[in-house]
C-alpha cells in the first residue's frame, strides 16, 4: 500500500492524477505533486506538457506565460521577464547578436541549456500522470521549490 499522498519519499517518482478533459478546458493547471513539488501541466496541440511552475530565473509565475514557437520550438514565454523556456526540454532559449557593428544587426536563436525541470506526462483513459523528473543533477528551477515561495504565494 501507498503511504498517503505528502509522505511519499520525495527521492521516487510519484503519480498524480488530473483529468485530461479539465486540462484541455483550461489548457494548463498547477498541481502539488506529492506534497514537493509545483508543477505546472500544459496541453497545447494535442500534447501534454509538464515542469517545474516556477521560473529558473527568478520564481516568475509560468502559468501565466504565452507559449509561441521560436526557432521551430515551442516554448512557454515567462510573464515576468519574458524568458523562453522549450516545453519538450525546459531549455533556455535567447537571440545572439551576430555582430554588434553590424546594421541592421542580425540575431540567431542559442540554448543555455535545460533551466527548468521538465518531468513525465501521460495520459491513460482520460486520467492524466505526472511522475517527477527525480535526477540528482541540479537544474535551476529547483531553487524556487521550496516552502518559501509557496508560503510567499499564499499570502499574496
Ligand atoms: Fe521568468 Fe524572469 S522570472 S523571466
Not at 16 to 31: E, F, P, W
Not at 66 to 84: Q, T
Amino acid at each position: 500500500d501507498n503511504p498517503p499522498e505528502g509522505l511519499m519519499p520525495t527521492n521516487k517518482p510519484t503519480k498524480t492524477k488530473s483529468l485530461l478533459r479539465d486540462i484541455v478546458k483550461a489548457g494548463r493547471v498547477t498541481k502539488l505533486v506529492n506534497g514537493c513539488r509545483d508543477v505546472l501541466v500544459l496541453y497545447h496541440q494535442g500534447q501534454l506538457h509538464a515542469m517545474d511552475m516556477r521560473c529558473y530565473h527568478s520564481g516568475g509565475a509560468l502559468q501565466y506565460g504565452d507559449i509561441e514557437e521560436f526557432n521551430g520550438r515551442m516554448c512557454i514565454v515567462c510573464p515576468w521577464h519574458k524568458y523562453k523556456i522549450t516545453l519538450a526540454e525546459g531549455e533556455g532559449l535567447y537571440q545572439a547578436v551576430d555582430d554588434p557593428t553590424a546594421k541592421p544587426l542580425r540575431t540567431h536563436w542559442c540554448s543555455k541549456g535545460v533551466k527548468q525541470r521538465i518531468h513525465k506526462v501521460t495520459e491513460v483513459n482520460g486520467d492524466v500522470f505526472v511522475t517527477l523528473n527525480n535526477s540528482s543533477e541540479t537544474i535551476e528551477s529547483d531553487v524556487y521549490q521550496t516552502e518559501k515561495y509557496r508560503t510567499m504565494e499564499a499570502n499574496r
